[in-house]
């Protein structure tokens, strides 16, 4: 049952952060290929459970492999917290690039002195104050 709710909200987060993600001239193209996609898989999975039937471990395998691929290429994905949405193809572009697979800023303390960074620290931006969903509302409730 765990494993039924996490799928249906996977599938549902496809849309909220494809559209975050695609610039607006492409959005509507870039939602519905994501939702395709989704339910692409969603067609296929009986398939690969038929295929079970002549070698066990194959949905295992499958699945899987599927889940560790998306969760990695996930990893890749640019961060889209306190971003206003895309609104060029040129912004789509340029937006998260560098960001790798953002584990470095991950795993930097953050109290560390600014002269003792590592050359590496010294290529990426500095920390910025992450916003708790309190203050972003209290935010836009003292601009009404």
Excluded at 61 to 89: D, K, M, Q, R, Y
């Amino acid at each position: 049952m765990i494993g039924k709710f996490a799928i249906s909200g996977a599938f549902n987060i496809i849309y909220i952060y494809s559209a975050e993600l695609f610039p607006t001239p492409v959005r509507s193209m870039g939602v519905g290929m994501s939702s395709m996609s989704a339910r692409l898989s969603g067609v296929i999975a009986p398939v690969i459970l038929i295929l079970g039937n002549y070698w066990e471990p194959v949905p295992l395998i499958v699945f899987g492999g599927c889940s560790l691929l998306a969760g990695a290429l996930a990893l890749l994905l640019p961060e889209t917290l306190n971003h206003s949405l895309l609104e060029t193809v040129q912004e789509g572009e340029e937006f998260g690039k560098g960001q790798g697979f953002g584990l470095k800023k991950l795993f930097r303390r953050p109290n560390s002195p600014e002269g003792s960074s590592s050359a590496d620290d010294s290529k990426e931006e500095p920390y910025r104050q992450i916003l708790t969903y309190d203050e972003i509302n209290a935010g836009e409730s003292s601009k009404v």
